[in-house]
């Protein structure tokens, strides 16, 4: 009996020990992760998204005849929104609504940006001044021109101004003073100008060139263009630069050199201002009359082409790139669109067409927050929305339950709008934890077991 118990016992250890083994390879090995999925799912499944509308507001009547509001740009948290209308008028908004308005001099084109938090505004106005206000609705300082502005940006932090118009001058300002810190004649009406977020560089475009500055107005270089420039972007540190010109081409500069990088054509007219760029400057969308939207890597490589029906007139880009927005003219019906950075595949959309307003879908401006959450929209008729998007911010639940019942949970809520790798890095975050808990659950389990064991080898050895 003694030695059928001990042959019993010891043949019972290697078993012990392969079912120890199996526990912790099922415990330690990585679990996918509900978030990783989640974010991958929409964009590489093309899950259907939601747009949410959170408010409209209707700058100016349709029978006012200047309706249009060509120009929006919303706080990289999406808390406020500025606008500018035809209607002579600058709106700005937070998440509840219309805040406050201010009235210029003449009814005709008002070029809007917003700094990073949405304390500062600015705006270009065809009444030939820049105005600079605060989120209160504080006008800080107006400058004069002596002819009409044609663009105006600010930096994320809402340090520095850049503005330019029809009498052919580049302005680079201070929030402190209407004074230019500097300006420079381009020889041209300057049709767009950029900021780069860190205030470092200056980009500008007229019908024949595009011409770049650092922040103390040195002329870094010029590059001869073939024809108008109708879009800019610059990336937030200033290292890359794109453009768009009427003739299609498409340009691609570091800001070290006036080569570009690379060059494309498309099929049409780039729209105004019918470009963005990710803030490091990996990824590019552009617009065209085409009907197309073009979405390139820095490298030059075109990911994919989307078919809109119809222009498209405005893009915007979340700040790493993985949502992008359309505004269509002359489609059937004209939208906002949301796709993905891995996919031509319409994600969501919001129909911008009003009963009894003729081209009142028409999407004449658009931006997005820097998580893709929000999404503002101007239209031909006056009309401002605010979408809210589901891509942008997930609510995720992870539960799990262990063999003895024990469960454990973890409730976050954070935007999907992150890289790849930061997405691993937070879902390994959570996912540690819990194996951790596991871990030490089975260690306990298995260290009884052994200890029984031994207890009863003693006893048998005993007897």
């Known amino acids: ?51 949410t509308l959170i408010w409209e507001y209707n700058a100016s009547p349709y029978s006012a005849g200047y309706p249009q509001v060509e120009s929006v740009a919303i706080s990289d948290d999406g808390s406020y929104v500025i606008a500018g209308s035809y209607d002579a008028n600058v709106y700005f908004f937070d998440r509840s609504g219309f805040l406050w308005n201010f009235t210029t001099l003449r009814a005709y084109r008002q070029a809007v940006a917003i700094s990073e938090n949405g304390s500062y505004a600015v705006c270009g106005s065809m009444d030939n001044h820049v105005y600079l206000f605060d989120k209160d609705g504080n006008l800080i300082w107006d400058f004069a021109s ?43 009406y300057v049709w767009r100008c950029k900021v780069s977020g860190d205030g470092s560089y200056v980009v500008a475009g007229t019908e024949a060139l595009i011409d770049v500055y650092d922040r103390d107005g040195s002329e870094l270089w010029w590059c001869d263009t073939d024809s108008s420039v109708k879009a800019l972007a610059i990336s937030h540190d200033g290292e890359y630069i794109a453009a768009g010109l009427a003739n299609g081409t498409i340009l691609f500069f570091s800001v070290d050199s006036n080569s570009p990088l690379w060059t494309y054509t498309v099929g049409g007219a780039v729209c105004e201002e019918a470009i963005a760029m990710s803030d490091d400057g990996s990824y590019i969308i552009v617009g065209s009359r085409d009907g197309k939207a073009y979405l390139f890597d820095k490298d030059g490589n075109l990911l994919w082409t989307h078919e809109a029906g119809g222009w498209v007139y405005e893009v915007a880009m979340s700040s790493d790139g993985s949502y992008i927005a359309l505004g269509t003219v002359f489609a059937s019906p004209d939208r906002v669109v949301v796709l993905g950075k891995y996919s031509n595949v319409t994600l969501a959309t919001f129909e911008t067409a009003k009963p009894g307003e003729d081209y009142s879908g028409l999407v004449l401006s658009l931006d997005m927050s820097a998580d893709g959450r929000y999404i503002v929209a101007g239209t031909y008729t006056g009309w401002i929305y605010l979408l809210e998007s589901s891509l942008g911010a997930t ?69």
Do not use: H
């Open 1 to 51: 009996m003694k030695d059928r118990l001990e042959k019993s016992i010891f043949l019972m250890f290697p078993l012990l020990l392969l079912l120890m083994l199996g526990f912790s390879l099922a415990v330690v090995s990585p679990q996918p992760s509900s978030r990783a999925d989640t974010y991958l799912g929409i964009q590489v499944q093309n899950q259907v998204a939601e747009l």
């Open 146 to 188: 002596s002819k009409n502005i044609l663009c105006a940006d600010i930096s994320a932090d809402g340090r520095y101004i850049v503005a330019g118009g029809e009498d052919t001058m580049l302005y680079f300002f201070s929030k402190e003073s209407s004074t230019a810190l500097w300006s420079s004649p381009l020889g041209g």
């Open 395 to 463: 609510t995720t639940t992870t539960t799990v339950t262990t063999v003895s019942t024990v469960t454990v949970t973890s409730t976050t809520t954070e935007t999907v709008s992150v890289t790849e790798t930061e997405t691993e890095t937070e879902t390994t975050t959570t996912t540690t934890t819990v194996e951790a808990l596991g871990t030490a659950f089975y260690g306990s389990v298995a260290v009884i077991i052994v200890l029984a064991i031994a207890v009863l080898y003693l006893l048998a050895r005993r007897s």
